[in-house]
């Protein structure tokens, strides 16, 4: 990444924003010079662009093909319309004012569809009075222990939230004002929606008297009225807007008044000379862009081009094929890496592939897993591409397993479930190899930074990577009945010295003293073993921490072999129970695969996370960078 800036006169600067700043991504900084100014012009299309949301929604999206509109005819258009849509007929007005009340009554008929009671019987009553509406939870319980003896009323809940029960009271005509005025005391809030609300008529044009009408029955009728009125304002709409112009081209205005718009947002993010005579834009950009900037701002005669030398963090874009490109959802999840880091994307798409399938090793539940994440993915779910890669490397492994949907057939390898021992030993190996190669991303990562302690003396640096190699060592020599001499031992932990003595080495590498200066304090001999205790205490806990992260990051990879072997002997179940039952064995297959792909796949997907996380990523990944947002390509 680049730190670069635009500078122009100040008659240039919707040049710069339509020329350059609109095609090429740049994350713009706000200007911190000291001889320049923020640029606070008010945006003067904040008006437009509202009423241009608003017309967008009824003209439709601009098609992708049209013939470009001048920014001064586009709001001048927007305008003229607003001034028609004003000025519409008094039905317009009306229909769209019952079509709030319509849409109001709808949402709270939504709480009273599991009422079971005539509406149209409820009205006619003469010698009772009822109400619609709602108390809190609380108020219900209050009612229901104080009152639920009344025999002066009767409330019939209809439904329940986190917050209200809904209901309807009944109470004799003579007790009316009594029943409110208890209800109105425990907050009760009606809704009148019987009195405003005609209740639907019958094919032959008569009110409903001898048929029932329930709630759901009405709010059906409620929801088919709104349908029929939002297309008679949409026509209505319509038909004023022809009077100026097409549906379409309309579109394409308010599409560029929301461009206009959004390109004198950009403006924000210039500064001003104190004359107000020059404009500058700075902010970060690739390289490659930086180049092709450069080289097209060359030839312009009104903009000059500008690099910097600024100790700003500079922002983080990922790039990778598309393939590892749906794996950077996981790795924005951790943190994006600091600049001039590896980037991790890669490293983790194929260990997750790798290890979900080792886990996860079916044909046919990799099948389903990979059909399952094309129909996810054309959602615009990142996670729909991850799944299409993970099942078919499940398939994979399925095939080397000899395993479809739980039913065994001679594998290409081995199954995991015929021994367990060589499985977890297997895949505490294989843990070692991706912590041993975590070890050494280390070292480039840190090389590259130019910090030769890490590299070196770190627990996850040469010192580390050779002691921990030493251990894998001494393990295949207890494994294999070889002696382990006082030689042997000593030479294995010989490294270790080195990474105990990681912070002296670091001190000295770098030229600062290893020791604070004498004092001449009385307690001067004290406070100097003090010191030294402490710094022998740091070290001892260091290199526990150390010793403790080896073994238990190695043996956490044993969880690998651990799901192969769980996930063949869930399947051996599901198939024994299939064949015990007769007639519904295919129904407990089918249930049971179902059962095992979701339980399944849901932990081993979490499980495989965290051993990228935990295990790989915490030797050498931070992910404390930050991510680059283009806050400039936004003018059409």
């Not at 903009?303 to 490109?325: G, K, W, Y």
């Not at 790795?331 to 880091?341: A, C, K």
């Not at 022998?536 to 072999?561: D, H, K, M, Q, W």
Request: proline content about 4%; charged content about 20%; some cysteine.
């Amino acid at each position: 990444m680049k730190f670069i800036s635009i500078t122009g006169h100040i008659e240039g600067m919707n040049h710069a924003i339509s020329r350059y700043l609109s095609r090429f991504d740049i994350q713009l900084e706000k200007s911190r010079h000291a001889m320049m100014r923020p640029f606070t012009t008010l945006n003067p299309y904040a008006q437009t662009l509202q009423k241009a949301e608003r017309f967008a929604e009824i003209a439709g999206e601009a098609p992708l093909l049209h013939v470009p509109i001048l920014p001064a005819e586009a709001v001048n258009l927007v305008e003229s319309v607003e001034a028609v849509f004003e000025s519409r007929g008094e039905r317009l007005r009306e229909l769209e004012k019952s079509l709030a009340t319509l849409r109001r009554e709808a949402e709270v008929l939504e709480n009273f569809t599991d009422l079971n009671i005539d509406l149209a019987a409820v009205k006619t009553l003469e010698f009772f009075h009822f109400r619609l509406g709602r108390l809190t939870l609380e108020n219900a319980r209050r009612l229901e222990k104080f009152a639920s003896g009344d025999a002066r009323f009767s409330f019939l809940p209809a439904s329940r939230n986190k917050t209200h029960v809904y209901g309807i009271f009944f109470t004799p005509s003579p007790h009316a004002d009594e029943i409110d005025a208890l209800f109105a005391s425990l907050d009760f809030e009606a809704f009148e929606i019987l009195s405003r609300t005609p209740l639907p008529k019958t094919d032959i044009g008569r009110n409903f008297t001898a048929e029932k009408v329930s709630p759901a029955k009405l709010l059906h009728y409620i929801k088919n009225e709104i349908h029929e009125s939002e297309c008679e304002i949409a026509a209505q709409s319509a038909d004023i807007f022809s009077g100026i112009c097409s549906a379409e081209k309309l579109a394409i205005a308010c599409a560029k008044v929301r461009g206009l718009y959004a390109a004198f947002d950009v403006k924000k993010f210039a500064a001003v000379s104190e004359g107000g005579r020059v404009f500058t834009f700075s902010g970060w950009v690739s390289a490659d862009d930086a180049d092709a900037l450069e080289a097209e701002i060359e030839s312009d005669d009104a903009l000059v081009f500008t690099r910097h030398v600024t100790e700003a963090r500079p922002p983080i874009l990922l790039r990778n094929l598309p393939i590892i490109r749906q794996f950077e959802f996981f790795t924005r999840l951790y943190g994006l890496p600091e600049y001039g880091e590896v980037d991790p994307t890669p490293l983790l798409a194929v260990t997750y592939t790798l290890l979900f399938g080792l886990m996860f090793g079916d044909i046919g539940h990799g099948g389903v897993l990979a059909v399952a994440g094309i129909f996810v993915r054309r959602k615009h779910v990142n996670l729909g591409g991850i799944m299409t890669v993970v099942g078919i490397s499940a398939a994979f492994f399925g095939v080397l397993y000899g395993s479809v949907f739980g039913v065994e057939f001679s594998p290409l390898w081995r199954r995991p479930a015929e021994n367990i021992a060589e499985t977890l030993i297997f895949a505490a190996a294989l843990g070692a190899g991706l912590i041993v190669l975590s070890m050494l991303v280390n070292m480039y990562n840190s090389f590259r930074r130019g910090r030769i302690a890490d590299a070196l003396f770190g627990a996850n640096g040469v010192a580390g990577l050779l002691f921990y190699s030493a251990a894998i060592w001494l393990a295949l020599r207890i494994f294999t009945g070889q002696p382990l001499t006082p030689f042997v031992i000593a030479v294995a932990a010989l490294p270790l010295v080195f990474v105990c003595l990681k912070h002296p080495l670091e001190q000295y590498f770098a030229g600062a003293p290893s020791e604070p200066p004498k004092s001449h304090d009385s307690g001067d001999t004290f406070s100097r073993s003090r010191l030294r205790f402490s710094v022998l205490g740091n070290i001892a806990i260091e290199l526990f921490e150390t010793l403790l992260s080896y073994a238990t990051n190695t043996v956490s990879f044993v969880r690998v072999g651990a799901f192969a072997v769980s996930h063949a002997g869930m399947m051996h179940v599901v198939l024994q129970m299939g064949r015990g039952a007769a007639a519904s064995g295919i129904i407990i297959l089918i249930l049971g695969n179902v059962l095992v792909m979701v339980i399944e796949g849901l932990l081993i997907g979490i499980q495989v996370l965290r051993l990228d996380f935990y295990e790989i990523f915490s030797r050498f990944y931070k992910g404390t960078g930050q991510a680059f947002h283009s806050t400039s390509k936004n003018s059409p």
